[in-house]
T-cell receptor, first 114, second 109 residues
Framework: EPEVTQTPSHQVTQMGQEVILRCVPI?????FYWYRQILGQKVEFLVS????????KSEIFDDQFSVERPDGSNFTLKIRSTKLEDSAMYFC????????????FGPGTRLLVL | GQNIDQPTEMTATEGAIVQINCTYQ??????LFWYQQHAGEAPTFLSY??LDGLEEKGRFSSFLSRSKGYSYLLLKELQMKDSASYLC??????????WGAGTKLIIKP
């Protein structure tokens, strides 16, 4: 069964450093998402991406964040200058599109900012 | 503001039935999802309701009442592996998923 994959599974970085989190969505999916979940807290929407551009973004997704689909398979989230409060699990999800389609989640990248 | 409420934690016995409730107040409604999340893992899709009524999928069923802003997830014949958090999420008018904090379900033998 096709699945969303994410790399790395864990990332430790120093405050102020840039990180890039990578995702390979399910191949025939058209909509891509990033979410984060701070330990013990609820899942929070960051951004959705369709047709090579951001379709929606939340208040969390400020100028420090960017997303890119550099080729036909990868979908990346970049955090330019990490802060301690960026420490969280970051989930990528994809859906095949259409109004009623379900989002399928990758296994997540656990980011720790020291 | 947008709000989704679920109980924080519930306990049930192996083999029994449990109902997890979710109430929501969102800007628009384009469907309600239930996801299961084991500790440290990604949410996995369980069910989706967009029309009022009951959707059944094996041991799991989900109910929706749009007029009441209410849903429940019903789990039957509970197994130890059902111990997890159950997340209610509503897709709003912008097609964004708004998430509840999750209900931690503890199954006892």
């Amino acid at each position: 069964e096709p699945e969303v994959t994410q790399t790395p599974s864990h990332q430790v970085t120093q405050m102020g450093q840039e990180v890039i989190l990578r995702c390979v969505p399910i191949s025939n999916h058209l909509y891509f998402y990033w979410y984060r979940q701070i330990l013990g807290q609820k899942v929070e929407f960051l951004v959705s991406f369709y047709n090579n551009e951001i379709s929606e973004k939340s208040e969390i997704f400020d100028d420090q964040f960017s997303v890119e689909r550099p080729d036909g398979s990868n979908f990346t989230l970049k955090i330019r200058s990490t802060k301690l409060e960026d420490s969280a699990m970051y989930f990528c999800a994809s859906s095949s599109g259409g109004e009623w389609e379900t989002q399928y989640f990758g296994p997540g990248t656990r980011l720790l900012v020291l | 503001g947008q709000n989704i409420d679920q109980p924080t934690e519930m306990t049930a016995t192996e083999g029994a039935i449990v109902q997890i409730n979710c109430t929501y107040q969102t800007s628009g409604f384009n469907g309600l999802f239930w996801y299961q999340q084991h500790a440290g893992e990604a949410p996995t899709f369980l069910s989706y309701n967009v029309l009022d009524g009951l959707e059944e999928k094996g041991r799991f069923s989900s109910f929706l009442s749009r007029s009441k802003g209410y849903s429940y997830l019903l789990l039957k014949e509970l197994q130890m592996k059902d111990s997890a958090s159950y997340l209610c999420a509503v897709r709003d008018s912008n097609y964004q998923l708004i998430w509840g904090a999750g209900t931690k379900l503890i199954i006892k033998p």
